[in-house]
């Protein structure tokens, strides 16, 4: 690879490539120069190449540092002590996964058809979201990483939001400049949200499957939710639906709601929540307005998306809370992906209630628990958006663009 010739035919890509590695082929002397050949996400053949930052490289050779980088060579490894493997085979693709990578910060080089029949992509890294054929441990798609933090406010929250508030008046009311007040408030926000105890589940929106309801019987509408939520709950992941009311292009933000299956966490058993309880309980806090609402106004459509839901494990748990906890006021990297702008600098925001998340492209790692009472059940290593930020995740169509504008 001549790094001169293709670094100046580069074109970069607006986001990362899924990527099903077909072949390895390794170069002993510079694992720069090691590449996969495979096909991506919709069946086009391609050459990855893997060369990350040089300040990365650099940190990577000192052993103190502990960094470790993402090459070639090491997804192409299949001893028992591989530190990053990903399986390549010839019939590796979206049909028949192995293993699967996430090329991310990439560009590609359409001029190497020329020379290779193909073109080259250039990742700056890459992610391992399957490892090979151990049974489907991955979901890619439309989705958002859900982000619940507890409602109930500590003593030190109480203690803290009032000034936060107080702020933010102050400087509403031109008493205070910005700029006088930002690190108190950077302070605050950072306190209180540490208070804060944070829940993470990655949600597959199956935006394909978008039905229109046409029948507002009350009765109808239950038995076809409590089927729709209840549709993608299996192996320790759930369903659920997303509930929209449309007029025209818009949609209305204060008649969005989620309904969603889970199991019955009181009984402590692991066994599952009667769907019907859930829908109720839709009903009581929103559903039925949505209902009167439509057969009130007929320029107004009722829509229904199923969605598939998935619990973070403990370890992305801690990590997705680290992120939140220790970022600047609204710099978190969860809150800027997957949470409307207006909402990340707000740290007693309820984000579900406001309808305020985001929808990416999104490659989900998912692992297998192994504990007697949870074994065989799927949970959330690890999700990866390599796309930017596409909108509201209520102004999705069938298509999986945000084509409508939430009011």
């Not at 192409?76 to 390549?88: D, G, I, K, V, Y």
Request: glycine share 8%; net charge positive; with cysteine.
């Amino acid at each position: 690879m001549n790094d001169k010739s293709i670094s100046e035919k580069l074109k970069p890509l607006h986001g990362g490539v899924v990527f099903y590695p077909r072949e390895y082929v390794l170069d002993n002397h510079d694992f720069l120069k090691s590449y996969a050949d495979g096909v991506t996400e919709g069946g086009k053949e391609v050459r990855v190449y893997i060369v990350p930052e040089e300040t990365l490289i650099k940190r990577a050779q000192d052993t103190t540092s502990g960094t470790t980088i993402p090459t070639i060579d090491s997804f192409s490894e299949t001893h028992r002590n591989a530190h990053n493997p990903c399986l390549a085979d010839p019939n590796n693709s979206k049909e028949t996964p192995t293993g699967i990578l996430l090329i991310e910060q990439a560009s590609v080089d359409e001029a190497s058809i020329a020379q290779i029949g193909k073109p080259t992509i250039i990742g700056k890294w890459a992610s391992v979201i399957q490892i090979g054929d151990e049974g489907k441990l991955s979901e890619i798609g439309k989705g958002y990483l859900e982000v619940t933090m507890s409602p109930k406010p500590t003593g030190l929250m109480l203690e803290l939001m009032p000034k936060f508030r107080q702020l933010n008046e102050q400087v509403a009311q031109g008493m205070r400049n910005p700029l006088d007040v930002i690190e108190e408030k950077r302070m605050l926000y950072s306190r209180i949200m540490g208070e804060r105890k944070k829940f993470f589940v990655a949600v597959i929106i199956k935006h394909q499957e978008l039905m229109q309801v046409t029948d507002y019987n009350i009765q109808n509408f239950r038995n076809l939710l409590a089927q729709l939520i209840t549709r993608y709950t299996s192996e320790g992941m759930y369903g659920g639906a997303m509930i929209r009311v449309r007029s025209g292009n818009e949609v209305l933000r204060r008649f969005c709601y989620t309904c969603n299956h889970s199991y019955d966490y009181r009984k402590g058993d692991g066994s599952l929540a009667d769907p019907f309880e859930k829908v109720d309980e839709f009903l009581k806090y929103g559903g039925r307005q949505l209902l009167n609402h439509c057969q009130r106004n007929n320029t107004c459509v009722l829509e229904v998306i199923p969605t598939q839901r998935i619990n973070c494990a403990r370890n992305g748990n801690d990590r997705y809370s680290k992120d939140i906890n220790n970022s600047p006021m609204g710099e978190s990297k969860i809150l800027k992906t997957y949470v409307e702008k207006n909402l990340r600098e707000a740290p007693d925001v309820n984000i579900e209630r406001e309808k305020g998340f985001v929808f990416c492209n999104v490659a989900l790692r998912l692992s297998l628990l192994r504990k007697a009472g949870s074994k065989g059940n799927k949970v959330l290593s690890a999700i990866h958006a390599f796309s930017r930020p596409l909108g509201n995740i209520y102004t999705i169509d069938h298509t999986g663009k945000p084509l409508y504008k939430i009011v």
